[in-house]
């Protein structure tokens, strides 16, 4: 099948990074390792303001999130609680005739004509295989080349002179069962857990199996009841962190989009069930329509606190140059929500290979806090000294109702994961005992996003060419990275007009050694002005700073002025040098 012809964007994009330092293959010089990505000096820099970005308006900027940075490799326990040992897995085949892996869902269907041998016979030696096997062969190929693929697949099972027996044939219709590569079955999908196993300490057994964290929530989960007493927050309040997660993924693709070893950046913000708002606050503020809901107030539920997220995490990725047209938001179907979910909104990013998720941000109920409540034996809830107060002020009918919403709640919770009915009716019961006594379970609203996926995001929503004519009339095509100022790997170009002329590279120096103070800038001398200039533009940098002749007062009006450059449309205006660090901070925060 003819390749999409996005790749071909891909293609450039991924060169581009290779050429210009963004990202290489892992381990390159041994031939690479699949689903691993390194950064280069351009890329590293771009990833680091992505995340302190990330870090401070989600956390400095705000006095009702904290920071967190936890380890990679925790108790094995807590992937228990989580449900990431039980269920943390892709259904996955592989080919009966190459072994190649595939995760069973995102197989390419194919239509054509199997042809389905029950078994085979050497007739040399007279030994059998019972072993039943098919080919998929697309309209118009000839049987032969089945039967080919079918010798192929005895003879590895040790016939030498293969006979095929019980040949049959059956039209097939976008079946996702056969090797889209050679057309060979594929064995019944299983389920491939996806965390990565290691061993802590000298013995390798399995008492001492610990895993690479697949998703770096978990830790604040764990952590939070010492974040609570620690940090002087109350519900609601939320913590954040940003590290490593890896995930043994059955099909790496799509360049960094799906890789073994990502970033993400996490917010598990916590909320006070809506029954605690209810009593508190005599009722609950529930969305009225799309949009960004302002500023939080003290009586939103679940759904406003949610919404706010969405809208927040939108108003980020517009700061940082994705606008809005380029993002998608797709809300889970109730059959695609995981069970515990009550809400989860995917943010799609328009890449070259397909719309898809670049952050999810999910409403999460109680149930994380609730699991590591239950499994490590410690206390989760918090005491709310306010909803104590309030619900003694309630009439009776009003505390039974919400105390019977709350039961049903954490009855529904129980059930779910298998708590026998009687004890969990019991437990139910004395939680809701506890809500009229100021206590309860945070529930949580967690937007998660990758830092990888974003950067390949950005990467490719920069991407552009232009073409231009030479004196000689050569058309040449070239790359402009037009990433937002803000994210840009180097912020400008500092450039003596020419390398020769000492009085020049001393001051072009000068202004570099003045810049660098405040932000990344790169010292350039060598070549012609205009390939300094392209060179920059593949860079992303947005503004270079040329010292010429004037600078140094050629034309008294413009001594100790530098021309500035904008990388977008080339425009050139000239700047006091000692206005420039100012000029340049507005520009570029
Ligand atoms: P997908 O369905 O694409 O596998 P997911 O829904 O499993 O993703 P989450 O578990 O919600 O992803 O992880 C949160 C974020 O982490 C994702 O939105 C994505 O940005 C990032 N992420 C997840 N898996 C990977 C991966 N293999 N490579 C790079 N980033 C990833």
Redesign the pocket.
């Known amino acids: 099948m003819a390749e999409p012809k996005e790749n071909v964007l891909m293609e450039k994009i991924v060169s581009l990074c290779k050429r210009r330092g963004f990202v290489y293959q892992s381990s390159e010089i041994y031939g690479g390792i699949n689903g691993f990505w390194d950064y280069g000096p351009l890329g590293a820099e771009l990833k680091r303001n992505v995340k302190d970005l990330w870090w401070t308006s989600m956390t400095r900027q705000r006095e009702d999130v904290v920071g967190l940075e936890a380890t990679i490799i925790m108790a094995p326990q807590i992937w228990r609680a989580s449900g990431h040992v039980d269920t943390f897995s892709d259904p996955m085949c592989d080919c009966l005739l190459t072994r190649k892996r595939f995760r069973a869902d995102q197989i390419e269907p194919q239509s054509g004509t199997a042809y389905h041998y029950s078994g085979a016979r050497d007739t040399g030696s007279g030994k059998q295989s019972e072993d039943a096997f098919a080919v998929l062969l697309p309209p118009g190929k000839p049987p032969e080349s089945a039967r080919k693929t079918a010798i192929q697949f005895y003879q590895q099972r040790g016939l030498a002179q293969v006979e095929l027996l019980g040949e049959r044939t059956e039209k097939v219709e976008n079946s996702q069962r056969f090797n889209p590569d050679n057309g060979a079955l594929l064995t019944e999908p299983r389920p491939f857990n996806l965390m990565f196993k290691t061993y802590v300490g000298p013995v390798a057994d399995e008492d001492n199996v610990a895993y690479l964290r697949p998703?770096t929530a978990q830790a604040i989960f764990a952590q939070f009841k010492n974040v609570l007493e620690t940090s002087r927050q109350k519900v609601p309040f939320g913590i954040a962190q940003i590290g490593k997660?890896f995930?043994n993924?059955v099909t790496?693709r799509n360049f960094?989009?799906?890789?073994?070893e990502?970033e993400?950046m996490e917010l598990e913000f916590f909320i006070k069930p809506d029954e605690a708002i209810e009593a508190i606050h005599g009722s609950v503020a529930r969305p009225s329509g799309p949009g960004h809901p302002g500023e939080p107030q003290a009586n939103w539920g679940w759904q406003m606190w949610h919404q706010y997220w969405v809208e927040e995490r939108i108003r980020f990725y517009e700061s940082i140059g994705l606008a809005r047209e380029t993002l998608e938001e797709y809300w889970q179907k109730p059959d695609e929500l995981a069970h515990y979910a009550r809400a989860t909104v995917?943010l799609l990013f328009k890449f070259p290979f397909g719309t898809?998720?670049?952050?999810?941000i999910a409403a999460r109920s109680d149930f994380d806090l609730s699991q590591h409540e239950r499994f490590s034996g410690k206390q989760m809830g918090v005491f709310d000294e306010e909803l104590r107060g309030a619900w003694a002020k309630l009439d009776d009918q009003r505390k039974a109702g919400l105390s019977q919403l709350y039961y049903e709640a954490r009855l529904k919770y129980m059930l779910k994961m298998g708590i026998e009915k009687e004890k969990a009716g019991k437990e139910a019961r004395e939680d809701a005992d506890g809500l009229a006594k100021g206590q309860y379970i945070p529930h949580v609203i967690e937007p998660?996003?990758?830092v990888?996926?974003?950067i390949l995001a950005l990467i490719a929503n920069a991407y552009s060419e232009v073409t231009s004519t030479d004196e000689k009339g050569k058309a040449e095509t070239r790359v402009i990275m037009k990433f937002h100022p803000r994210v840009a790997p180097i912020k400008s170009g500092v450039f003596p007009l020419l390398k020769n002329k000492p009085e020049l590279v001393a001051k072009a120096r000068e202004v570099f050694e003045l810049l660098r103070k405040q932000e990344q800038v790169f010292y350039d001398e060598g070549g012609a002005i205009g390939r300094r200039y392209a060179r920059q533009d593949e860079a992303g940098t947005p503004f270079c700073v040329t010292i010429d002749f004037e600078t140094l007062g050629e034309k008294p009006e413009l001594l100790n002025t530098v021309t500035v450059r904008h990388r977008d449309d080339g425009r050139q205006e000239r700047v006091a040098i000692a206005e420039l660090p100012a000029w340049l901070q507005a520009r570029v925060r």
Do not use: I, K, V, Y
């Open positions: 998703e997660a995930r993924e790496p960094t989009f799906r890789s073994r990502f993400q995917d898809q998720e670049l952050e999810g998660s996003a990758g990888d996926r974003l």
